[in-house]
């Protein structure tokens, strides 16, 4: 089935509605949040989408549920900086990962943010008001991943807000295309979708500046040290190399990760289930900038727990893993303990892309297979 008529035939009355406004996980069907709605409500709302009952599983590090009331957003208590998380016991850390970010300045967003020159030639980054001394290694920022450090990059009001309006129009981008199609989507395909869409509306220059600058930064100064695998931030993946596997809503990519996924579901059993495939940059970028939301506005936290776009596996080969059943736990260090990640350790020839000990500034992930 060609592409056009996939977003043809998957569009729902669920996704038209969605499409329409800024709708909650729980909240689908009643309305959306008003465009002069407080900044913090948008964003919660935003990065809860992402995380949502549209989505057939759980992608890494969307750890949140919706606040209870979309009125009144839940504020979390302070970071607590705990001590390093042995491999097996990072669990109780990202049992914290559901907070929202602190309340910010409650003005009307504006549909277009423009920057002046001194914010878009300012480098360094606000603070925000509850820090943590500095880590004393990589390995105490990876294993307490979702604390703040002193040297985290962080972004400041007006940058957040525009994060936060991109977040939103890259949502409305995939209710309108499908879940499974959208992580494939290429970059031109969501600009394309979108100016042609109502229910989206064009990204303004504003906001195609805030992504290109996102892709092209420097990662290390996050503190993330992983390489960057996809060089082009308009890359495209074909329809013809990738294939939909049945029950998961995810693709693998054809030949390697195809034959590779069969075989691990052969030998370690039909409880094993591919939780994450084929992610191409637009997917990327709408799961990095919602884990920065979540970390309010801390791009070094987000980067912990997700790659920056352009620097994730997922667009070229890995795959992730997890339990029939087992929901968010997947994406936890309890996956570790179950008979499944046992069974492929027991295999010999199954590596993880990120260890405990890995030195690319990344949280223990014993779910990402290492494929490429």
Excluded: C
Excluded at 60 to 70: H, N, Q, V
Excluded at 207 to 213: A, I, R, T
Excluded at 340 to 364: C, P, S
Aim: net charge neutral; charged share 20%.
């Amino acid at each position: 089935m060609k592409r056009r008529e996939f977003i043809v035939q998957s569009l729902s009355a669920s996704a038209v509605l969605a499409g329409a406004g800024y709708v909650s996980w729980d909240m689908l069907a009643q309305g959306s949040v008003p465009a002069n709605a407080p900044l913090a409500q948008r964003a919660s709302l935003a990065a809860a989408r992402v995380l949502n009952a549209a989505n057939p599983s759980s992608d890494e590090g969307m750890l949140i549920r919706p606040a209870a009331s979309a009125q009144n957003p839940i504020q979390p208590a302070p970071p607590s900086h705990a001590r390093p998380a042995l491999a097996f016991e990072q669990q109780r850390a990202e049992q914290l990962m559901g907070e929202l970010p602190p309340q910010r300045v409650s003005q009307p967003p504006h549909e277009e943010v423009v920057l002046t020159a001194a914010q878009k030639s300012s480098t360094t980054a606000q603070k925000q008001p509850q820090e943590q001394e500095s880590a004393k290694s990589l390995q105490d920022k990876i294993a307490n991943f979702e604390a703040n450090f002193t040297d985290d990059v962080i972004l400041d009001e007006a940058q957040y807000r525009l994060l936060v309006q991109s977040l939103e129009r890259i949502n409305r981008v995939q209710d309108y295309v499908g879940f499974g199609n959208f992580n494939v989507l290429s970059l031109d395909e969501t600009f394309k979708y979108a100016k042609y869409s109502p229910r989206i509306g064009a990204f303004t220059k504003t906001e195609k500046d805030f992504l290109d600058e996102m892709f092209t930064a420097d990662s290390s100064k996050l503190g993330f040290f992983g390489e960057k695998v996809v060089a082009q931030q308009t890359n495209v993946i074909a329809q013809k190399d990738v294939v939909k596997m049945a029950g998961t809503g995810h693709y693998v990519f054809r030949g390697q990760s195809q034959a590779f996924y069969k075989k691990l579901r052969s030998e370690v059993g039909d409880t094993l289930i591919l939780t994450s495939g084929v992610r191409n940059i637009v997917k990327q970028y709408q799961l990095f900038m919602a884990k920065t939301v979540q970390a309010g506005g801390n791009l070094s936290r987000a980067s912990r727990s997700l790659a920056p776009p352009g620097h994730s596996y997922h667009a070229i080969g890995d795959f992730d893993v997890g339990q029939v059943g087992a929901g968010l736990q997947n994406f936890t260090a309890e996956f570790a303990m179950t008979d499944e990640f046992k069974r492929l350790q027991n295999l010999g020839y199954v590596q993880i892309r990120y260890t405990a000990d890995n030195n690319l500034g990344v949280r223990y992930e014993p779910w990402h297979i290492r494929v490429v």
